[in-house]
């Protein structure tokens, strides 16, 4: 696979391998870019903004139409294409299409609906015989990072609504799992004039350095860890940022709780993608009372779950991205157990596979909660009431998203005004999104929100008109 810089492939004699968890193959390889291939995309981007700019609301919406169609019926090639270099289980890498083309359709249609609004001159004195209004105009060039976990839903989560406003694109994925997002922006970049969305693979420490220091990037949209969420923030300057930092997202299980509901909702929670999800399930907070019951249903089902070849349809959990990231969930995990938490099931690693693995009688002091695990794993953290609950849940420095099971009002609200995070979700677990939602953390989870409306608003400047 190649890179994509003014419309054209870019080829490099360095190369990086991008290997298949699953089985340690080669699955191709990508350009090891440098800062002449940034620079070399920043301007081709900046070359395109006239175009862009020029065409209508009208025709970018058509055309954005179009990438979803060329998209849609590339669907089937995408998803194997994700599984193969993620291991996410192809059933998942085919949810993870259909999230993609259901946002791509929701940028084509906002980005008919981009405007300003009247302002009342004459509320003011010196306003009295004057009208005005604003417009809402491209910021001109978005430069968006994202990881391997979901390379082409958060890829799109950033490109479509920046080319729904008239934005150019420069564009970084992965070095882990860049293959289908370099598929997808070659595609979007044939419907659109050359130099509208560019695509560089490389290092982020060169790349991204030269992304996030050049005066000729007007916003910067980052999904990925807050070490490096923070060194961009220090280095951007004057530019807009979107930052999605991860978070540590917790799972208060109430004693007036749907068990049955709640199980379901840790299960998919916790192992969604190996646990590899910024907001998935990494501490269940359950009632003292409620917490046996709650723990022999949740082993029960955790022991159920199919781990395997994720091209094969039956299976629900493939492997991490790669067998570093396993040992350190095996890392986590063990220094847990050596400081008194009980190990109920799972806690094997084979390469890069690490079981399901649910862990009781957690400390809220353990590494293993305190920061953010990236693995399917169920920590219990055991509590007498709510209070203690919300206390634990806001407990770390993280806030993107909680969940809570309850059957009472009270405790919802109460969950809803004291639970410190961007989304609280009643009777839902934390990995619940829907694509045209507010999506957005509070404290070291990042700043700004995605989400194809609110993304739009962020990649658009007002500019004031007033007639005297």
């Known amino acids: 696979m190649k890179m994509l810089i003014n419309g ?33 995309a920043i301007h081709a981007a900046n070359k395109a903004k006239k175009s862009m700019n020029e065409m209508s609301s009208r025709k970018l919406s058509r055309i954005l139409y179009d990438i979803h169609q060329e998209l849609k019926e590339k669907h089937r090639e995408m ?32 980005s008919k609906r981009i405007h300003g609004e009247t302002v009342p001159m004459d509320a003011a004195i010196a306003g009295r015989s004057a009208f005005g209004f604003t417009i809402k105009i491209p910021l001109g060039v978005v430069a968006a990072i994202t990881p391997f976990n979901y390379p082409v839903n958060l890829a799109i989560h950033k490109l479509a609504p920046a080319l729904a406003a008239k934005n150019t694109v420069v564009f970084k994925p992965s070095t882990k799992a860049p293959l289908a997002a370099l598929k997808m922006a070659q595609i979007i970049g044939r419907h659109l004039p050359d130099g509208s969305v560019n ?49 540590n ?48 249903q949740l082993v029960a089902h955790t022991k159920k779950l199919k781990m395997g070849d994720p091209l094969d349809p039956e299976t629900e959990m493939g492997p991490l991205i790669d067998e570093g990231a396993a040992i350190h969930v095996e890392h986590r995990v063990n220094d847990a157990i050596e400081n ?39 920590p219990i ?62 404290k070291m989870s990042g700043m700004g929100k995605e989400g194809v409306k609110y993304a739009v608003e962020d990649m658009t400047r007002s500019k004031m008109v007033v007639i005297g």
């Open 199 to 247: 695509a560089i693979t490389g290092s982020g420490n060169l790349l991204g350095d030269e992304i996030v220091t050049s005066n000729r990037v007007n916003k910067i949209s980052f999904t990925g860890s807050v070490p490096t969420g923070l060194s961009i923030a220090q280095k951007a300057g004057m530019k807009k940022l979107t930052l999605e930092l991860g978070g």
């Open 79 to 110: 998803s194997e294409l994700i599984t193969l270099e993620t291991g996410k289980p192809i059933r998942d890498s085919r949810v993870e299409m259909d999230r993609s083309l259901q946002t791509l359709l929701m940028a084509a249609e906002e």
């Open 249 to 296: 997202d917790p799972l208060l299980v109430l004693d007036d709780a749907d068990l049955d509901m709640a199980v379901m909702g840790a299960v998919a929670g916790s192992y969604l993608n190996a646990g590899q999800v910024c907001i998935a399930v990494k501490r269940i907070i359950v009632h003292e009372k409620v917490a046996d019951q709650f723990i022999d």
């Open 340 to 378: 008194g938490a009980q190990l109920l099931c799972g806690g094997n690693r084979k390469n890069a596979f690490y079981d399901a693995t649910v862990i009781d009688h957690v400390d809220m002091g353990m590494e293993l909660v305190q920061k953010e695990t990236f693995g399917p794993v169920s």
């Open 8 to 40: 054209n492939s870019i080829d490099k004699e360095e190369k990086i391998a991008v290997i298949n968890p699953f089985n340690n193959q080669t699955v191709d390889h990508v350009p090891l870019g440098d800062s002449k291939d940034a620079r070399d």
């Open 381 to 442: 953290i055991r509590v007498k009431n709510l209070d203690e609950a919300i206390e634990v849940a806001n407990g770390t420095p993280y806030g993107l998203q909680a969940g809570i099971f309850t059957s009472s009002i009270e405790n919802a609200k109460r969950a809803v005004k004291e639970i410190e995070a961007g989304s609280v979700l009643i009777n839902k677990q934390s990995t619940f999104r829907t694509d045209n939602m507010p999506f957005g953390g509070f």
